[in-house]
Nanobody, 124 residues
Framework: QVQLVESGGGLVQAGDSLRLSCEASGRTFSWYAMGWFRRAPGKEREFVAAISSTGGSTYYSDSVKGRFTISRDNAKNTVYLQMNSLKPEDTAVYYC?????????????????WGQGTQVTVSS
């Protein structure tokens, strides 16, 4: 299994930007497709964005498309989530996840490793 540690969360105002990072260790990072999910208060965890193992393909939920960008640096074993034009409804704990495959997925069940999460709070 690959171990994942997220960072970069915080408290921001609506319209601000944040960049989340997720550093992987323990296995060859480039073997893994990666994803970001989030859980808002009182809601189930939901898909946010995903990227293939090489970074050649990306996927986004409709709620973040055009505002968030997922990227990865395989030399640094890190996946990023750049979040722009943040809204109060983006408030959630954000989790990164790894899937031992080339192609990514929007399904939680397809990811075998998860980070501990990082809190993002957007005030209005």
């Amino acid at each position: 299994q690959v171990q994942l540690v997220e960072s970069g969360g915080g408290l921001v105002q609506a319209g601000d930007s944040l960049r989340l990072s997720c550093e992987a260790s323990g296995r060859t990072f480039s073997w893994y497709a990666m994803g970001w999910f989030r859980r808002a208060p009182g809601k189930e965890r939901e898909f946010v964005a995903a990227i293939s193992s090489t970074g050649g393909s990306t996927y986004y939920s409709d709620s973040v498309k055009g505002r968030f960008t997922i990227s990865r640096d395989n030399a640094k074993n890190t996946v990023y989530l750049q979040m722009n034009s943040l809204k109060p409804e983006d408030t959630a704990v954000y989790y990164c996840a790894a899937r031992f495959a080339y192609g990514s997925s929007q399904r939680e069940a397809d990811f075998s490793s998860w980070g501990q999460g990082t809190q993002v709070t957007v005030s209005s």
